[in-house]
């Protein structure tokens, strides 16, 4: 990444009490022009957003000039990779909505999770990756014919958490139109190296997610309240080739000051050298 660094906004926080566009455009007042919308009913959902309600959505993207990077959604509430046939059903119905809603407001990209297993008892990997791809199967070409595309992300719930794997999974399947978002926080927290992990993706890289979290405990906080090494964030970006936006998945009772502290700290950094290692 040369230069400034670009920050883009993702509304995990807000979709609880706020509209997505409304959500946008007041991030818009301030600077910011790439989005990463959640899905949640009363935030952005296919069922509640008719055919003039998205094209009003498409039109005010490109009316600001902003750029609707991906369209997220809570991954706890879906799994492809159920062992159960009626929840992967569910989920991949559900996701085709997210496909087509996305494609329609112009996204790049939709980002997915890989599925996740029981944490007790775990079905093989065998089986829980052929019930993913399977989902990217018949998900690929709904993308295809929306005009966006599938994003698989890095997750540490997941039956496949750490970069290499998933890589593994995907040029298996031999989709090239299939990308990865890496989160450095999901990626930190399984103790997986960041330069390491973005070396393994580079090929399908499309987005990076930034949040902080501690090793202790999972989360998706302001930047500098966890341990994650943002120092060497510049140094790894630059080396890894990525030169896009950092999309900050901040999750925070406070969201408006989490999200401006985060950008404050992440500017403060040097843009020029560093190095980014795993704390001890």
């Given at each position: ?169 995907l040029d298996g399947h031999g989709d090239p139109t299939i ?16 330069q390491a992990g973005l070396k393994a993706v580079k090929s ?68 020029r050298s560093g190095a980014m290692r795993l704390a001890s």
């Amino acid at each position: 990444m040369t230069g400034e660094p670009r920050f883009g906004i993702n509304t995990y926080s807000y979709m609880l009490q706020e509209d997505a566009l409304g959500c946008v455009l007041r991030w818009a007042e301030r600077g910011f022009r790439d989005f990463e919308i959640m899905m949640h009913p009363g935030h952005l959902w296919p069922d509640e957003t008719g055919g003039a309600q998205r094209m009003k959505i498409r039109r005010a993207f490109e009316e600001s000039a902003l750029r609707l990077v991906t369209i997220n959604m809570p991954n706890v509430d879906l799994n492809v990779a159920g062992t159960t046939a009626e929840m992967r059903a569910y989920s991949l119905v559900m996701l085709e909505k997210f496909v087509q809603l996305a494609g329609d407001l112009g996204a790049a990209g939709v980002v997915v999770g890989p599925g996740k297993p029981n944490p007790l008892m775990p079905a093989p990997r065998e089986r829980l990756t052929s019930y993913f791809l399977a989902a990217l199967d018949r998900l690929a070409p709904v993308a295809a014919r929306s005009g966006t595309a599938l994003w698989v992300e890095n997750m540490p719930f997941s039956f496949l958490p750490d970069a290499s794997s998933i890589m593994s999974v995907l040029d298996g399947h031999g989709d090239p139109t299939i990308g990865i978002v890496y989160d450095l926080a999901n990626g930190y927290f399984i103790r997986e190296e960041p330069q390491a992990g973005l070396k393994a993706v580079k090929s399908r890289l499309k987005l990076v997610h930034i949040s902080d979290t501690p090793l202790a405990a999972y989360r998706h906080s302001a930047i500098g309240t966890g341990t994650l090494p943002v120092a060497g964030v510049p140094h790894l970006l630059r080396n890894s080739g990525y030169d896009d936006v950092l999309m900050l998945e901040i999750v925070s009772g406070e969201p408006d000051a989490a999200i401006l502290k985060s950008c404050e700290r992440l500017k403060k950094l040097n843009w020029r050298s560093g190095a980014m290692r795993l704390a001890s």
